[in-house]
Structures are given as structure tokens and as C-alpha cells.
């Protein structure tokens, strides 16, 4: 079955699906997060087909998430390393973990806990916030034009115009 391109499309989301939207992505980058840098440590740790680990693989270093350099001492092998967009991908990571832990858990809980290396402390989904720290919800958004979207001027005026009803699930809520 053909999926879709989302690469052309005008909505960052749908251009963010067109790396990550893969059902393997998201599992190479947390297995990336959590310090895999080997093949045969994402094989081993996420169970899945040689051929294609190496094309997912393969993928995620076109779109520039990850890196693959040799390893050091020469040699055929390879590691695979996060690039400044694959860590500026941490915190979307952390939310949507955070959102799994909280709507998806087993009824165990969460299976793991993010901790910081340096002291312990539980490591929490991002908030949204304001320059001046007061957390912002769905209700306090407005979309607006950006630099690249005159073409799209009429589209997001249209979704602007549904922002309401999103407001008023978001308080009833």
C-alpha cells in the first residue's frame, strides 16, 4: 500500500511525519536518545529487520537527525550519533513520551522513568510558557501568518476560524 508524501505539504506537522511518521522513526531515535550508536545496538535493543534498520537508518541521515561517520580506529563499521536537529528533537521526544505515560501506561505505570544524570530528579514534559512564565493552553493561541505563508493566507485564516471550538473543549475539559 502507497503512502502519502508529506514532504510538499505546507504544514510543519506533515513535514515533521515525512521523517518521523515512519512506525520505526520514532523507535531509532529513542534507541539514538537512550545511547545506541551500533547497528547491531538498534537491531538487538528494537528487534528489527537488518534490511530495514538500514534503510530507516538510512533515512534519518538524509533528513539530518542522525550522523553516520566511522567508527574510530577505521574499520568497516559505522556509528550512528545525533546531529543538532536529532537533539533538538529531544524535548518533542520527552512531551510525547510524557503524554504515552500519562494516556497509554500499562496499568503499572510508566516502564521508564527519565531521570537527570546529574542529580536524579524525574525529567517532566516541557511546558508551553510565555517570556514572562505563565504557561499558555490551547485557548490562549491564535495562528497568524508567518514569513513563508502568504500563499496559504486563506487556509490559516480558515483554521484560525475553528480555534474556538478547540477553546471551548479545552475548558469543558
Given at each position: 500500500m502507497a503512502s502519502t508524501d508529506f514532504s510538499a505539504m505546507p504544514?510543519p506537522i506533515a513535514r515533521a511525519l515525512s521523517v518521523l511518521g515512519?512506525?520505526?522513526?520514532?523507535?531509532?531515535?529513542?534507541?539514538?536518545?537512550?545511547?545506541?550508536?551500533?547497528?547491531?545496538?538498534?537491531?538487538?535493543?528494537?528487534?528489527?529487520?537488518?534490511?530495514?534498520?538500514?534503510?530507516?537508518?538510512?533515512?534519518?541521515?538524509?533528513?539530518?537527525?542522525?550522523?553516520?561517520?566511522?567508527?574510530?580506529?577505521?574499520?568497516?563499521?559505522?556509528?550512528?550519533?545525533?546531529?543538532?536537529?536529532?537533539?533538538?528533537?529531544?524535548?518533542?521526544?520527552?512531551?510525547?513520551?510524557?503524554?504515552?505515560?500519562?494516556?497509554?501506561?500499562?496499568?503499572?505505570?510508566?516502564?521508564?522513568?527519565?531521570?537527570?544524570?546529574?542529580?536524579?530528579?524525574?525529567?517532566?514534559?516541557?511546558?508551553?510558557?510565555?517570556?514572562?512564565?505563565?504557561?499558555?493552553?490551547?485557548?490562549?493561541?491564535?495562528?497568524?501568518?508567518?514569513?513563508?505563508?502568504?500563499?496559504?493566507?486563506?487556509?490559516?485564516?480558515?483554521?484560525?476560524?475553528?480555534?474556538?471550538?478547540?477553546?471551548?473543549?479545552?475548558?469543558?475539559?
Open positions: 504544514c515512519e512506525r520505526w522513526a520514532m523507535l531509532i531515535m529513542r534507541e539514538a536518545f537512550y545511547g545506541s550508536t551500533r547497528f547491531d545496538e538498534f537491531e538487538r535493543r528494537l528487534g528489527i529487520a537488518p534490511n530495514i534498520l538500514s534503510n530507516r537508518l538510512k533515512a534519518l541521515v538524509e533528513h539530518g537527525l542522525l550522523e553516520k561517520t566511522h567508527t574510530p580506529g577505521g574499520g568497516a563499521r559505522h556509528v550512528y550519533t545525533l546531529t543538532e536537529s536529532g537533539r533538538e528533537f529531544f524535548p518533542v521526544f520527552v512531551s510525547l513520551k510524557g503524554w504515552a505515560d500519562r494516556w497509554r501506561a500499562t496499568e503499572h505505570g510508566p516502564l521508564t522513568i527519565l531521570k537527570d544524570g546529574r542529580d536524579g530528579a524525574e525529567i517532566r514534559p516541557p511546558r508551553l510558557l510565555r517570556d514572562d512564565g505563565t504557561e499558555i493552553t490551547i485557548g490562549d493561541v491564535e495562528i497568524v501568518p508567518g514569513p513563508g505563508a502568504q500563499a496559504f493566507r486563506s487556509e490559516l485564516e480558515r483554521f484560525n476560524a475553528m480555534l474556538p471550538v478547540a477553546a471551548m473543549a479545552d475548558d469543558e475539559a
